[in-house]
């Protein structure tokens, strides 16, 4: 070292910085590509899905994070004044630590990539998966957050001023706390009900919801609020704190499965028994119904129809929602073709003699 600084001596003090800074990062540069290039020839041979996983998730934060490394080591070779050469340092170490802090945070979606090779969202019954990947996701933010608050307080702190005015802060910390009590009150109650959530777990990810006359899936938990992928392909955000304060529908909540009813009207001469016998071929026809409930029960007898109610299961929402329209489908195409004469209908009584109304009798 004491070599190489004396031979930079003899050279004019910008093309010493210049070269010095310029040859530290493109070693830096060097050292990444490197790194990676073998990661990748290992994630080929090996069929690795964590060198896959690091090689898609660390390669933009390396690009930096080498060089500013390697230019951080070669620093003391720099011939500047004192004021310049402190500057200059403390740019690098400020960029050195976002840059770590930037790799932290990606090494999370590493984590998360490995937690979702293990575990599938598509299996059939993932009640366990959908708890994990919801817990999973809080602690992910919390912990991007927190590494992203430690790495920024670093980089300021490294200012006087502001080590100064952390001081000052500080000793008026009683008054401060009150302020910033009341302006974040909002804030702190969602992060304390995204805790809540994460951990008590009223609504998971893929959770099937009912929430404001609307149906569909929780896409994503975030501090402050929820994202329900509405069956339409529009997205319906609430606040954290509508699920803890607010009654809702969980149609997951414990299982998948789910019953689902059709009603028809026909009218008092229809075969009940043969309904009932053609919503048995219809079920065990489709390869949405999950073989636990069919069921065909008179529910009401109205002034001009009787209410058939057909219940159903299925192994979810979205098979459900086909097996109902299926069997309402079919069982209309049944009544139409075998029993017309069982569809809804309206009766009149035609009367005769001095002042009687006449009228006519309407089919249905």
């Known amino acids: 070292m004491t070599a190489v600084q004396h031979y930079l001596s003899h050279l004019p003090a910008v ?14 540069l060097v050292a990444h590509y490197l790194l990676f290039a073998v ?28 060089p500013i490394l390697a230019v951080s080591l070669v620093l003391p070779l720099a011939m500047l004044p004192p004021r310049p050469h402190e500057v200059l340092r403390r740019i690098v170490e400020m960029s050195l630590t976002l840059a770590f ?27 366990r998966v959908r708890k994990l990947f919801t817990q999973l996701q809080f602690l992910k933010k919390l912990a991007a957050s927190l590494v992203l608050f430690v790495a920024v307080g670093l980089v300021l702190m490294s200012f006087e001023t502001v080590r100064r005015l952390g001081t000052g802060l500080l000793t008026s910390a009683g008054i401060a706390s009150v302020i910033v009590g009341f302006a974040a009150q909002r804030s702190i109650s969602n992060l304390l009900a995204g805790f809540q959530i994460a951990f008590t777990q009223p609504i998971r990810i893929d959770d099937v919801l009912v929430v404001e006359g609307e149906w569909g899936r929780v896409e994503e938990i975030t501090f402050t609020y929820v994202v329900l992928s509405i069956w339409d392909e529009r997205r319906l955000v609430l606040p954290l704190n509508y699920f803890i304060e607010k009654p809702f529908q969980n149609w997951t909540r414990n299982s998948a499965q789910i019953l689902g009813t059709v009603f028809l009207q026909a009218d008092y001469t229809v075969p009940v028994e043969a309904v009932r016998a053609e919503l048995r071929r219809i079920v065990e026809g489709s390869p949405h119904w999950d073989s636990r409930v069919c069921v065909l029960h008179v529910t009401d007898a ?9 219940l159903v299961s299925a192994a979810n929402a979205g098979a459900v929602w086909e097996l109902r329209c299926a069997v309402r489908e079919q069982l209309v195409a049944f009544l139409q073709r075998e029993y017309p004469g069982s569809l809804p209908r309206t009766r009149a009584e035609v009367a005769s003699g001095p002042g009687a109304a006449s009228a006519a009798a309407i089919g249905g």
Request: net charge positive; with cysteine; aromatic share 10%.
């Open 15 to 28: 093309f010493t910085t210049l070269g010095v800074l310029l040859g530290g990062f493109a070693s830096g």
């Open 101 to 127: 802090a930037w790799g932290l945070i990606k090494t999370l979606d590493v984590l998360q990539d490995l937690v979702q090779r293990r575990y599938q969202l598509s299996s059939a019954d993932n009640l």
């Open 39 to 66: 990661l990748q020839a290992f994630a080929r041979r090996e069929d690795s899905a964590v060198a896959r996983s690091l090689a898609r998730h660390l390669r933009r934060p390396s690009a930096w994070f080498f």
């Open 302 to 310: 109205k002034e001009r129809t009787l209410e058939l109610r057909c």
